[in-house]
């Protein structure tokens, strides 16, 4: 397999340091169509509109409309054959122990030198997992976050989509406006999403998704 070729999107909210990397790995890998999100949102809008199979996703735990797992999750859940590389400035054994649980193909901290950057994403492309040197991954106990993780790997793209529009604070016919359907259509999701979550209302629901933050979860 010859890494050419390729359709790799880059999920960071931060233009300098997506332009680093596409510029950094532009002589790695030839012929690569690069794609680019700054947010959880664009990130599923790239998925969507575009016909091409992507090869990788290299991914910022921390953009906006992310809470902490919740994009990683939702990625593993609805596209399974799509690697997903974790790009962080959180270097913690926690945070790369839960980066590898919910599907992450490998953990790549943001200090790492461009040089380790290929060798991780030509490991992954070639069906590996790459962790950093040293990191020995801590077993995640079924606690209330990773039941948590369970639950909103249940959440349709849409309802995803709406339980992140939830977090933002937008009434529902400000998010029926948004997402051009009606206002029954965003209260039939709502109830969809509270079902599924075990919650009653929009501010449990809210809570439960912030389970998920990074500064939530604590494996020591």
Request: hydrophobic residues 45%; charged residues 20%; glycine residues 4%.
């Amino acid at each position: 397999m010859k890494l050419e070729n390729l359709n790799i999107i880059i999920a960071d909210d931060h233009p300098l340091f997506r332009n680093a990397l596409r510029q950094a790995l532009s002589s790695a890998f030839e012929h690569t169509q690069w794609y680019e999100a700054d947010s959880a949102d664009a990130l599923q809008s790239v998925l969507d509109s575009q016909t091409v199979n992507y090869d990788l996703v290299l991914l910022d735990l921390q953009m906006p409309g992310s809470h902490g797992y919740s994009t990683l999750i939702h990625l593993r859940s609805h596209y399974p054959e799509l690697p997903v590389v974790v790009i962080s400035a959180h270097e913690d054994i926690n945070t790369i122990s839960r980066a590898i649980h919910y599907g992450g193909s490998g953990f790549i901290p943001k200090s790492a030198s461009m040089e380790t950057l290929k060798e991780a994403l030509t490991a992954v492309l070639f069906g590996d997992i790459w962790l950093p040197a040293g990191a020995e991954i801590i077993p995640i106990e079924d606690d209330d976050t990773d039941k948590m993780a369970n639950k909103l790997s249940d959440l349709t793209p849409q309802q995803y989509k709406v339980l992140q529009m939830f977090a933002e604070g937008l009434l529902n016919k400000q998010i029926a406006y948004d997402l051009g359907v009606s206002e029954a259509t965003i209260k039939a999701h709502a109830t969809a999403i509270f079902r599924k979550l075990g919650v009653r209302n929009r501010t449990q629901a809210v809570i439960a998704l912030g389970q998920l933050e990074m500064d939530k979860v604590d494996l020591t």
